[in-house]
């Protein structure tokens, strides 16, 4: 008996000396939850009222103790105090949450290692409030530079919708415009949470914006829709059409209308009259269209030497100058490389001839007269080619056309001899 007693002592010690019998693992995490202090309601910029608790439990929802906590301001900036600790007896810990200065929708995180962070959701009342939206002036529209009619407003509200007074609004013109008379101003809301303020237009024509806002507010910047219409036309100016060409030539002439502000107005009637060189014009009045041009067709007149005309609209004139020159005796046109005679038409004078000259690379065509002016007979057609020249003399004043021999209609052009 005292052997056996001996050796379960022996056996005890030795396995006291190995370490059998110290403590294992401690217990692991299994969630981190809100617990207190969640969907508050404070003023930017300040603590809230009551400090964010959670608490932290292994997965048989027993709370667990000297648990390491990490705290983050996440959303709306702010801070939150401390930024780690640990948990007590009962599992819980707590931080206190001051919040950002700017932003209504706020959030904090507590995160335990190895689960999901718990999240907290706050709403920081900026200046009371917490969302701001268009009330009334929207939209509207009138000429540049105008005051608009109705004065525009916004309503400022609470998280519970209620209108919150004393909230100051920037109110930002549009450009080159007026609120209130200034370049910008504050207005504060009145007992209804409503602010308002006058427009006065800029001087472009076209969408005008002007904005209200309050940093960090639902809705901010709130943008209002106004129009702007050009003004009373004042200046004639000419787009295009100063030219020169032979007899006959055909050019389009063009002016454009604006308001002392230079904005395009259009429905002003334009008056066309030739003053030199004995062409005409067609149609000799237009309308001025959205962008504020109108045109009309001038066919240069018989002989060579100046060619003018003159348009007018609200007491204002342009005048156009062209040039009436001689057609040359020779002109080229280039056959190919595609499917193309260039360029069409070409003009010559009487008694003048075209030459054709096909292109490098080309592919086989032939040049096919198909009309000719009364009293003319059509030229000699060319061979089919895919190098070389062809010339034609043309004496009788008219318009010539051809095409090609292999591709017909596809690729055609014409002649005009003054």
């Not at 895919?386 to 010339?391: I, L, Q, R």
Request: negative net charge; glycine residues 14%.
């Amino acid at each position: 008996m005292r052997t056996l007693r001996r050796g379960l002592l022996w056996l005890v010690g030795a396995a006291a000396a190995c370490g059998g019998g110290g403590p294992g693992p401690g217990p692991t995490p299994s969630s981190v939850t809100a617990s207190a202090g969640e969907s508050q309601v404070g003023a930017a910029g300040a603590p809230l009222a009551t400090a964010l608790e959670v608490t932290v439990k292994d997965g048989s929802g027993t709370p667990l103790a000297n648990i390491t906590v990490h705290w983050a301001a996440a959303i709306g900036g702010g801070s939150v105090t401390p930024l780690s600790n640990e948990t007590g007896s009962d599992g819980k810990a707590t931080a206190t949450r001051t919040l950002g200065v700017d932003t209504v929708q706020q959030t904090t995180t507590a995160t335990v290692s190895g689960v999901t962070p718990a999240t907290f959701h706050h709403i920081g009342r900026i200046q009371g409030a917490t969302q701001i939206a268009l009330s009334g002036g929207s939209p509207q529209t009138d000429t540049v530079l105008a005051p608009l009619s109705t004065q525009i407003s916004v309503l400022v509200r609470d998280e519970a919708n209620a209108p919150v007074p004393g909230v100051n609004v920037t109110w930002s013109p549009p450009p080159g415009g007026k609120v209130n008379g200034t370049a910008s101003t504050t207005t504060a809301t009145n007992g209804s949470g409503i602010a308002v303020v006058s427009v006065t237009l800029g001087p472009t024509a076209g969408n005008q914006i002007p904005k209200a806002s309050v940093t960090g507010l639902i809705g901010s910047p709130v943008s209002f829709t106004a129009t702007a219409t050009a003004g009373h036309a004042v200046n004639l100016d000419p787009v295009a059409g100063n030219a020169s060409g032979p007899p006959g030539t055909i050019v389009t002439l063009s002016v454009k209308a604006t308001d002392a502000h230079g904005n395009a107005t259009a429905g002003d009637t334009v008056a066309w009259d030739t003053t030199a060189g004995g062409g005409s014009v067609n149609p000799d009045s237009s309308v001025t269209a959205v962008n504020g041009i109108a045109s009309t067709q001038h066919t240069l007149g018989p002989a060579v030497g100046l060619d003018s005309v003159i348009a007018t609209a609200f007491g204002d004139t342009v005048r156009f100058g062209l040039t009436i020159v001689s057609a040359p005796l020779v002109d080229t046109v280039t056959v190919g490389p595609g499917i193309v005679f260039a360029p069409t038409p070409v003009t010559i004078a009487g008694g003048g001839h075209v030459v054709f000259h096909w292109a490098a690379g080309s592919i086989s065509h032939g040049v096919q007269w198909l009309t000719a002016p009364g009293g003319a007979t059509l030229p000699a057609n060319s061979l089919n080619m895919t190098t070389g020249n062809y010339s034609v003399d043309l004496t009788i004043s008219g318009t010539y056309t051809y095409n090609c021999t292999i591709h017909g209609a596809a690729m055609s052009g014409s002649v005009i001899v003054q």
